[in-house]
């Protein structure tokens, strides 16, 4: 499984940005997905994940200004972040859970990361 996001850019603060991670490979089946991000200077933290039945947790930071979708049949999961501020300033990665099939029947539990997308707010 490959994850390519995008959507990351500018913003002023109080604006808005949506981020895209889509999953494509062969013979899979996504559980949980989530977004992280890494600030200047931190350690990257999770930012809210969703499970397969579409149940999302937030980080307290980012709770009433960021949601997270999916759409299962485009395997692909959404943050859509509004009134942004320049805390929010990081590269955003997406990870994604998921079962792998392989042709001999066999089935292994994985994740996988996409590439980062930088987010940057302006004050």
């Known amino acids: 499984v490959q994850l390519q996001a995008s959507g990351g850019g500018m913003a002023q603060t109080g604006g808005s940005l949506r981020l895209s991670c889509a999953a494509s490979?062969?013979?899979?089946?996504?559980?949980?997905i989530g977004w992280h991000r890494r600030r200047p200077g931190r350690q990257r933290e999770l930012v809210a994940d969703?499970?397969?039945?579409?149940?999302?947790t937030y980080a307290d930071s980012v709770k009433g200004r960021f949601t997270i979708s999916r759409d299962n049949a485009k395997n692909t999961a959404y943050l859509q972040m509004n009134n942004l501020n320049p805390e929010d300033t990081a590269v955003y990665y997406c990870?994604?859970?998921?079962?792998?099939?392989?042709?001999?029947?066999?089935?292994?539990?994985?994740?996988?990361w996409g590439q980062g997308t930088q987010v940057t707010v302006s004050s």
């Open positions: 990870n994604a859970d998921y079962w792998s099939y392989s042709d001999d029947g066999t089935v292994v539990a994985a994740r996988e």
């Open positions: 490979g062969r013979s899979f089946r996504l559980n949980n």
């Open positions: 969703i499970s397969s039945g579409g149940s999302p």
